[in-house]
């Protein structure tokens, strides 16, 4: 189940919510807990219910190695090697085994057969979550009076646990202990919804739009010309830019609804003027990570700047790795890695250039990058940049040639349900009530949806125009989804595969 289907947000959510304040209405706070932790098991059951034995027993061993290392005993350094040895097989199992296993036939000539596992959902954000938790411990950070299902709640809590943000037990867990946090609070409830509706809206109306016209472009790499290549690379680049955020806002707005703070993800990333700037605002709690828990513990920028440099790629060659099992997202991370090396190389000489450039050249640099990132394997990336720097043929010359016609390279271009709508406005004399939805569905756009869920919750206040927002982005989403789904029923989230 994802955030974004009907039956969530029409049925599982509302039974949750009010089945949580009820139970604490009555003063029965430990059911209050059970009963989230419930509806986090059902909401992932119903994906696969055979995946609950997996993460339930990996959140028993972890908690079990946790309270050990809280505790005084011996041999601790032994338990956290254990424990995040535990967490990385599990992780590497299930999301490396046939990558490892298709290099190495393809270099040794081996004929090892492939496992072909179908990837537990969210297992690298709480496997992350998990080895942050053990880590803490181990450094006495952490103290052990939490029981079991307030861990579990903090791993399983079901807003952040497909997608994120990788969320700190310190975050999360001392807020389920707070009075306050287990009354129902109406402006956190309307303003949680706020912020589901933009992202709701988002992620269906402008993400899974602009994925139909991502998904035909790859599909006919062969008959881009360059012009329309470039076209491709950009509307991925807000692709997954408005997919991801837009999740990541509902998951933060449906928090907010349970009384609970998440930490925010994004902070408008595509403003940047560097791509350190670039990590600073995208996917913020995953940077907060791989700074906390790697590059300052292999030495950060504390020895030589030479071995500086080689923790940056170190760490961009881990990134790339823990967003995909393929080589296509290993060098989607060691561009970055490189990118910050020479912007620190230029930096630390003292070179400055115009803001302008700054940010122009950051764009540039993120919009080649993610051709990376969206390419199944490095043959189509290879073809996407042949296709933007050199074009396949000319448009007319391509479809020409081939008897193809733009229709046939976007198909969805064949419909014209944008004529019939407005015929049938102008027949039954609604026109004025279109134009006006159309032009307050334009000023959502304009005043919304550029912002990210820190200004949208700033922006936030009781309203009825923010009610109106409400109800029209999710009206419009749903509109919107259904006439897709009938021209691609392959929407999906993006970042659910990672």
């Known amino acids: 189940m994802f955030f974004y289907q009907p039956a969530f947000f029409l049925l599982f959510l509302p039974v949750a919510v009010g089945g949580y304040f009820w139970l ?17 098991l059902v909401f992932y059951g119903l994906w696969d219910w055979r995946y609950l034995f997996l993460i339930g027993a990996s959140i028993l061993v972890n908690f079990w190695i946790g309270r050990r290392l809280c505790r005084w005993c011996t041999q601790k350094k032994t338990w956290l090697i254990l424990g995040i040895t535990f967490n990385l097989v599990l992780l590497g199992y299930y999301k490396y085994a046939d990558f490892f296993l298709g290099n ?17 959902l969210g297992i690298s954000f709480f496997t992350f979550q998990q080895i942050m938790y053990l880590v803490d411990c181990w450094r006495r950070r952490h103290k052990p009076d939490y029981r079991l299902w307030h861990y579990a709640n903090f791993v399983f ?40 509706a933009v992202g709701f809206f988002k ?36 692709q997954i830019y408005f997919d991801f955020s837009g ?4 998951a933060l707005g449906i928090a907010r609804m349970f009384n609970i703070k998440l930490p925010f993800n994004f902070n408008q990333p595509y403003k940047a003027r560097g791509i350190r700037e670039f990590w600073s605002r995208w996917h913020m709690t995953l940077t907060r990570f791989l700074r906390n828990y790697i590059y300052i513990p ?18 961009f060659f881990l990134s790339g790795l823990w967003h995909g099992a393929g080589w296509t997202f290993v060098l989607w991370g060691m561009a970055h890695g490189i990118g910050m090396v020479i912007e620190r190389f230029f ?54 040639d081939t008897g193809k016609s733009i229709s046939d390279v976007f198909p969805w271009l064949q419909t014209d349900w944008w004529i019939d709508l407005w015929q049938t406005l102008l027949t039954h004399h609604w026109w004025l009530l279109g134009s006006g939805l159309f032009l307050i569905s334009v ?56």
């Open 203 to 238: 992620k269906v109306m402008i993400a899974d739009g602009l994925g139909v016209i991502v998904d035909n472009g790859y599909d006919n790499i062969s008959f881009l010309p360059s012009l329309a290549a470039w076209g491709i690379a950009l509307a991925y680049t807000f």
């Open 104 to 120: 190495i036939n393809m270099i040794l000539g081996t004929d090892f057969s492939l496992l072909h596992l179908l990837l537990p």
């Open 347 to 400: 930096h630390h000489r003292r070179w400055i250039w115009p803001k302008f450039f700054q940010w122009s050249s950051t764009f540039l640099f993120l919009v080649l990058s993610w051709v990376l990132f969206r390419s199944r394997d490095l043959s189509v990336a290879t073809a996407m940049y042949r296709a933007l720097f050199a074009g396949q043929k000319t448009a007319q010359d391509t479809f020409f």
């Open 298 to 315: 292999l030495g950060g920028s504390k020895i030589s700047q030479w071995r500086t440099y080689l923790n940056i790629l170190l760490v």
């Open 24 to 40: 604490n209405y009555s003063r029965f706070y430990k059911g209050g807990m059970l009963y989230l932790l419930l509806c986090s």
């Open 247 to 250: 999740y990541t806002d509902m």
């Open 157 to 196: 809590f079901f807003p952040q646990l497909i997608a994120g943000p990788i969320v700190h037990h310190d975050e999360m867990m001392p807020q389920f202990h707070e009075p306050k946090k287990k009354e129902i609070h109406w402006n956190h409830i309307f303003g949680g919804g706020f912020l589901f």
């Open 443 to 498: 000023g959502i756009i304009l005043r919304y949806i550029w912002w990210d869920a820190p200004q949208l919750w700033e922006k936030w206040r009781p309203s009825w125009w923010n009610i109106v927002v409400i109800l029209l982005c999710m009206g419009v989403g749903i509109v919107a989804q259904q006439y897709i789904e009938n021209i691609t029923p392959s929407t999906e989230f993006l970042y659910s595969n990672f």
